[in-house]
DNA sequence: GTGGTCTAGACCACC
DNA sequence: GTGGTCTAGACCACA
């Protein structure tokens, strides 16, 4: 696991972000222990607060909790990972279907385009 | 037309883009007269020299055609816009279809949903 | 190394063209590292952007690559020196044969002169 | 006959050259009388004296005469206009092999380029 | 230290 | 007036 950061946005929401992206691929499964919040930290070259922060924000959105003196784990609700999973997929989808309408494809044509392209290259 | 920049990437890059964009969407239309390097430096806060840069780059690439003294130009080749198009397509396409497999996603997943979505909001 | 200009045509150019005959007669050989930006300008008294300039222009054809924070190197691909020799030399001759044209001498003519000259050196 | 001067080099050795390349090329033919003096400097929008100092050279070399009261001639010495286009040629020459051998090509493989230059293009 | 980018301001050639 | 070029000097990212 690598963490690299961009500084055109908040590290704590890029934090976010890719822990998110562990957890939706598998990599982190459900159930499974974190390291602490000190360990990540260290890991990621971060500050352990804005670890911290990450960490809330994602327990509060449910995909993680936390057992005291025991530490933090994901979420065992494997419905709550494929919401997650399809939201994102969704923002990603209409970010999508944005930027090929600024270059003046309207949704069939891009549909059609894409479907072309994922043949093209079997 | 407004012009905004983010600081993750060069200004001229940037420039490029919005231009090519423009051009794409036909807001320049084929053999249009671009105002002076100086104008559109001015209109866009950019220093000319950087403006000047991002016109150098799109006429390297046959978008654009300088007649001396007089100004520059869209190509009139449509052909070329067409061609341009497709390309930018193909490269949102391209990272599209990356950004959806990191979600667990592969093609034929992420072309049904983009099914439903496009279904979904008519 | 010596460097010099005329005023009849950019610096920019004349270095690019001055490079490429460095490259192309092996003074810079391929994978070798050129001296930094800086250094090359102080060299050639030029300003520090217009080597830049020069340098990138190079880059994009090919002939040389950046690797960040370490420098610039000149390629690796001899391919690429020897077509870029060759392409050169077809200016040089498409040039000369404009100007024996201009004197009187068809390509035939100018061919048998040029074995005269050639013999009558030796 | 259009007139075109660089600033690189003296317009008095311009003159020079375009005159002798009108002569050679038969525009102006042995024994023609040239337009006058003052004629010929308006025509190439240049000071008279600018024009008289080149035809003098010109007639310092033989290639026109002067006849009193009555103008100036190309000369009718078909056998110097002759010597004149291979001197000339042969400066061209001595050019060529010149860059061909900055370019890394010897004599020989200069003129088996030449030729095979000269057949690609039939 | 490396290359990359940007700005400000100047001068030139062309018509 | 147009675009093209050059210089000087600054700041940034990267390692």
Do not use: C, H
Not at 82 to 108: N, P
């Amino acid at each position: 696991m690598t963490w690299e950061f961009k500084k055109d946005r908040p590290i704590y929401a890029q934090l976010i972000e890719q822990i998110e992206l562990n957890i939706i691929s598998g990599l982190w499964g459900p159930g499974e222990r974190l390291p602490s919040v000190r360990d990540l930290a260290a890991q990621a070259a971060v500050n352990p607060n804005t670890m911290q922060r990450a960490l809330s924000e994602l327990e509060r959105d449910g995909l993680l909790y936390t057992v005291r003196t025991s530490g933090r784990f994901i979420t065992e609700d494997g419905n709550m990972i494929q919401k997650l999973k399809d939201s994102l997929a969704m923002v990603e989808i209409r970010e999508f279907f944005e930027k090929m309408s600024k270059l003046g494809f309207d949704r069939s044509q891009t549909i059609r385009m894409l479907e072309n392209a994922a043949r093209g290259e079997k």
